[in-house]
């Protein structure tokens, strides 16, 4: 049996590794990884920000059928009562399973079929008395009375500067010390399930000193701009340390950038640890590599910050899988159909010949990397409930060339072409020479959403939802009732 190891970044866009085309972010070990199995380069999060991304993960299934649409209003925390997960099958099937960094379960030590977690929660404390494993190794390392946070920069910030304690003391470090511990001392009887989840480079923008000036003097790209983004030009919100938009100086944004990609340089160092001790353990060769992020990061595009959007920077992800040795036909490098982070679960059971025992939402990517030019889904459908403001609340679908975004509180569509406007810099929403393709699209997104019986269409047309209630899965509260997913069988 094959073992597993699943790493994923926080807040990571696809265009932010050396693999996908950046010549000034330093990813040598991933990309490394990237050239011994399939790079996916049209992966979407299917709602980007961190929980009901992280739970289409978990289950297999679409944020509507997991119940969980957002982080704002009207959504609810993880929970449990998840009767199928990822690490469940592969502990049902004899693994040993591991997770270390970042879960975001709630509550924060519920293990959703893991056997163990070791957590770095990014300073959260939802349950009374929480204190993450890593902040007390932490407090137990340090050489001073110097906290995790105390360099004064905010979860959600887009400040940055260099990481104010040793780089030993790193999330990043601890979370592949954590990993390398486990692969040390698990059980050698039983393949292993690790999944090793970065907090960074999700803000704090805060590398050790030598990552933050690696990028100094490197010509880091820009933030993109368009002809839509005055939308976002708010003047009181960009005030915020932690500001979801507006213009920020010039010098703000290439601080932030130059954080983010020093963080992302830091992960990859690190992984370049893990690598070589599964390496001289002969562990590497025999294992299935997954590797990707939960959601990407505006960084300043379109005057916008963090996730929850349905644009590139937000919702595109990066996804590698390295088969394992064993798995020996040949696998296409590069495969840009779309895919999303529900597929994972069902390309792992997939690639480790385990049946699949429930209804999944995700389809299986293992015939995509064989070559296989027929495949069932031909685009991706993305939502997100309310998070920051309204207006955010947004529903997507994407084929990789066209993407089509409806925002049901303001009533407004965006359309882009992907294939000569990666940056979506020009919305064509109102060009009459694409008012075929505009009307194409939203009948997809019509039929989609009319079997929710939530007011979201009548006929043919969406239904424009300002004033009304927010959007509420009834699935996340029949989970609570039930426990259990049998009912969606």
């Known amino acids: 049996m094959n073992n597993v190891i699943l790493i994923m970044t926080d807040q990571h866009r696809a265009d932010a590794l050396g693999c996908y085309g950046n010549s000034v972010v330093e990813t040598p070990n991933l990309d490394w990884l990237a050239s011994q199995g399939?790079?996916?380069?049209?992966?979407?999060?299917?709602?980007?920000?961190?929980?009901?991304?992280?739970?289409?993960?978990?289950?297999?299934l679409d944020p509507w059928h997991t119940g969980i649409l957002g982080m704002g209003r009207g959504q609810g925390p993880m929970g449990v009562g998840f009767d199928y997960t990822l690490p469940g099958a592969l502990a049902e099937a004899g693994y040993q399973t591991f997770g270390v960094g970042k879960m975001h379960f709630y509550p924060q030590r519920a293990r959703n079929g893991f056997h163990e977690t070791v957590l770095d929660e990014s300073g959260r404390q939802e349950d009374p008395g929480f204190v993450s494993d890593y902040r007390s190794w932490f407090l137990q390392q340090r050489s001073g009375p110097y906290d995790i946070s105390d360099h004064g920069i905010g979860w959600n910030s887009w400040m940055a500067r260099p990481y104010h304690a040793p780089e030993a003391l790193h999330p990043t470090a601890w979370t592949v010390n954590e990993a390398i511990s486990f692969v040390e001392r698990r059980d050698p009887t039983k393949p292993f399930f690790l999944k090793v989840s970065f907090a960074r480079p999700h803000s704090p923008y805060d590398p050790p000193s030598y990552y933050f000036d690696l990028y100094g003097d490197k010509p880091i790209p820009e933030p993109y701009r368009g002809d839509w983004d005055e939308q976002h030009n708010d003047p009181v919100e960009a005030l915020k340390p932690d500001a979801w938009r507006g213009v920020q100086s010039p010098e703000a944004i290439r601080r932030a950038r130059q954080g983010y990609y020093g963080s992302i340089t830091f992960i990859d160092h690190q992984?370049?640890?893990?690598?070589?001790?599964?390496?001289?353990?002969?562990?590497?060769?025999?294992?299935?590599?997954?590797?990707?992020?939960?959601?990407?990061?505006?960084?300043?595009?379109h005057n916008l910050w963090r996730k929850t959007y349905a644009y590139e920077g937000s919702a595109r992800i990066p996804l590698i899988v390295k088969p394992p040795a064993a798995w020996q036909q040949p696998v296409l490098r590069e495969?840009?159909?779309?895919?999303v982070m529900q597929d994972v679960m069902p390309t792992i059971l997939d690639f480790l010949g385990l049946e699949v025992k429930r209804r999944l939402d995700g389809i299986s990517m293992k015939s995509l990397m064989g070559g296989d030019k027929e495949h069932e889904r031909t685009y991706i459908h993305g939502e997100h409930a309310t998070c920051y403001s309204e207006e955010q609340e947004m529903q997507f679908l994407t084929d990789g060339k066209i993407k089509y975004i409806w925002f049901p509180r303001l009533g407004t569509e965006q359309l882009f072409d992907l294939q000569t406007d990666l940056s979506e810099s020009v919305n064509l929403a109102s060009h009459p020479e694409w008012h075929d393709v505009i009307a194409m699209w939203r009948q997809r997104l019509v039929q989609r959403l009319a079997s929710r019986n939530l007011g979201l269409t009548e006929g043919d047309q969406l239904v424009l939802q300002a004033?009304?209630?927010?959007?509420?899965?009834?699935?996340?509260?029949?989970?609570?009732?039930?426990?259990?997913?049998?009912?969606?069988?």
């Open 38 to 60: 399939t790079r996916f380069t049209h992966a979407y999060s299917p709602s980007p920000s961190c929980v009901p991304a992280r739970a289409s993960l978990l289950t297999g």
């Open 335 to 339: 495969v840009s159909h779309p895919v």
């Open 467 to 489: 004033g009304k209630p927010y959007i509420v899965s009834p699935y996340y509260q029949k989970r609570l009732e039930a426990s259990s997913y049998d009912w969606l069988s």
């Open 271 to 301: 992984l370049g640890r893990l690598i070589r001790v599964l390496q001289k353990k002969g562990l590497f060769d025999p294992t299935l590599f997954v590797f990707l992020s939960d959601h990407g990061d505006m960084l300043g595009d």
